[in-house]
């Protein structure tokens, strides 16, 4: 199985960013084929590769396999369903991107 990369997209003003980091490390120390990356949007990098995934809202999460991103996710919503679309990686999954927001 390919390895699957969590991008957590966060802020420090972000009250609900500290929540998400800890759900996404739960998530990514309970399977060993999740690498957890964590971006904030506080640092130019951050920044500009939220610009270039677009990301418009924070806590988001962006969930790929190599280059091929397959899930989306904004706000603290997006963990539950996270969580779901983790549960069902190893089926057929589909190719094309979802996208799922929740504020």
Not at 17 to 35: D, S, T, Y
């Amino acid at each position: 199985m390919s390895e699957l990369t969590l991008t957590v997209f966060t802020h420090p003003a972000c009250s609900g960013c500290p929540e998400a980091v800890r759900e996404a490390w739960e998530l990514a120390e309970e399977r060993p084929e999740l690498e957890l990356r964590t971006v904030t949007l506080a640092e130019a990098d951050g920044l500009a590769e939220a610009r270039r995934q677009r990301v418009t809202v924070i806590p988001a999460f962006v969930l790929a396999r190599g280059d091929l991103e397959i899930g989306r996710w904004q706000g603290l919503a997006g963990v539950a369903e996270l969580e779901i679309a983790l549960a069902d990686v190893g089926s057929a999954w589909p190719t094309g991107v979802t996208e799922n927001a929740a504020t």
